[in-house]
């Protein structure tokens, strides 16, 4: 059934034009721990998908926490995610209610009061504290001010869990509007991410262009293992998505989200199968993930995954997307070419002199989006793109991730011997 959506700007919700410093970001500076090669994440100038990054603060991959009764108390929660370098996404409330109503352990969430106590002892222990929702749009101007009193209390960002199945969305594409209009009004610059089932059949269902109108980022739900059903294969073949003997595999089921939410036009921030036990599939969804320009993910959810997982994501760390100054660059020139502007450069840069660049500094491109916080190329640039090479890059793996080819990148670097490459070697690519 045809749907008629109504379309406004996520710029007038704006406070200003400037972007807020990456926070949670989806991708490597390093290889996987197998040693396989993956998406390079050094000095480029890439024509890609926008990566995401959430909130103030280093970039973390993020374990979602549904209740403390189910996923364990706070204490176990933090020293698992400090020691491997990760942040958490909290579940506080569901439509109007806080956690409480649901949660009968000591440290639930009953206002925001108690959001602003988890999160001081959260970020205090290292893990970044980030929060999530189930939204239900019976009520959206209440709904709107429960996420702006999260943000308020310290969460770097909130998720919002949009779904048509029983139990969450039940509202309007007007119901989303008035939702947006007031989390804006009261939040202008905060990230906000709409977290989605992202099987194709299921997308329709949900009002996501009037999301992504006032969101910065789609975090799909990518449970590869769930989804790997006779009844989900038919339905994807039936959507035009065929899986193919394999079946649901990690790599299938990212790749069909990515295009079932490609319309939007957002940054992806996928979230992992934590049903399934570390190893393979997992560093295939990781490895996916950073082939399809994420720079973080997540996994759902902490009382349900193994150590492997956490080990995994501990040891493929998140990418902030930089960018070395070549000869004749300008921060305008950079800005225009990354669809960002010269204050959201500046200001995540600390750079007090915005007509002062060195060539070979190393620069952290802001993500502007409609809550200040993503941002990409809108096309690819007319200069040439430049790479520096990582540990564990190929020409191979490099050619892969640029859409190019070995002999390309080879011939454009006068390279003779295409299996030597140096970690730091600055490559032209065509």
Do not use: C
Not at 67 to 73: A, K, P, V, Y
Not at 207 to 225: G, N, R
Not at 400 to 410: C, E, L, Q, Y
């Amino acid at each position: 059934m045809s749907r008629q959506r109504r379309s406004f700007s996520r710029r007038r919700f704006l406070a200003s034009a400037a972007a807020v410093p990456l926070a949670f970001a989806i991708g490597s500076q390093t290889a996987l721990a197998r040693g396989t090669t993956h998406l390079p994440g050094g000095t480029l100038a890439l024509p890609a998908r926008p990566s995401v990054a959430i909130g103030p603060g280093d970039p973390k991959h993020l374990a979602w926490v549904w209740q403390f009764r189910h996923d364990g108390d706070r204490e176990l929660i933090r020293d698992v995610l400090a020691s491997h370098n990760l942040g958490i996404a909290m579940k506080t409330h569901d439509g109007v209610d806080w956690m409480s109503k649901y949660d009968d352990s000591a440290d639930s969430i009953d206002g925001p009061d108690s959001v602003a106590s988890l999160a001081r002892y959260f970020e205090d222990g290292g893990v970044p504290f980030h929060a999530w929702s189930v939204l239900h749009g019976e009520d959206p101007v209440t709904e709107a001010t429960r996420a702006s009193q999260v943000l308020s209390a310290g969460a770097r960002s909130v998720i919002l869990d949009l779904e048509a199945h029983a139990g969450f969305w039940r509202g309007t594409d007007d119901d989303a509007v008035r939702f947006g209009d007031e989390l804006r009004r009261l939040q202008p610059s905060a990230f906000v991410a709409t977290s989605i089932d992202s099987r194709p059949w299921e997308v329709p269902r949900i009002p996501m262009a009037e999301f992504a109108q006032f969101t910065d980022a789609i975090a799909p739900q990518v449970y590869w293992a769930t989804f790997n059903n006779s009844g989900n294969i038919t339905k994807y073949k039936l959507a035009g998505d065929d899986p193919g003997e394999e079946g649901i595999t990690p790599r299938f089921a990212l790749q069909s989200a990515i295009r079932a939410v490609d319309e939007f036009a957002l940054p992806v921030h996928p979230i992992g199968d934590g049903t399934v036990a570390g190893g393979d599939e997992w560093a295939d969804f990781i490895d996916e993930a950073f082939l399809s320009r994420a720079e973080a993910l997540s996994v759902w959810r902490f009382g349900v995954a193994d150590d492997v997982v956490w080990q995994q994501l501990r040891d493929s760390p998140p990418r902030a997307l930089t960018y070395s100054v070549q000869s004749g660059d300008t921060l305008s020139g950079l800005a225009a070419e990354w669809g960002t502007s010269v204050d959201a450069i500046a200001e995540a840069n600390g750079i007090e002199n915005p007509n002062f660049l060195f060539i070979g500094q190393e620069l952290r491109i802001p993500r502007t989006g409609g809550g200040g916080g993503v941002a990409a190329p809108v096309a690819a640039p007319l200069v040439a793109r430049r790479y520096t090479v990582q540990p564990g890059d190929s020409l191979w793996s490099i050619a892969r991730a640029f859409d190019t080819t070995v002999d390309a990148i080879a011939t454009a670097n006068g390279i003779s011997n295409q299996g030597l490459i140096r970690i730091g070697d600055t490559l032209t690519l065509p």
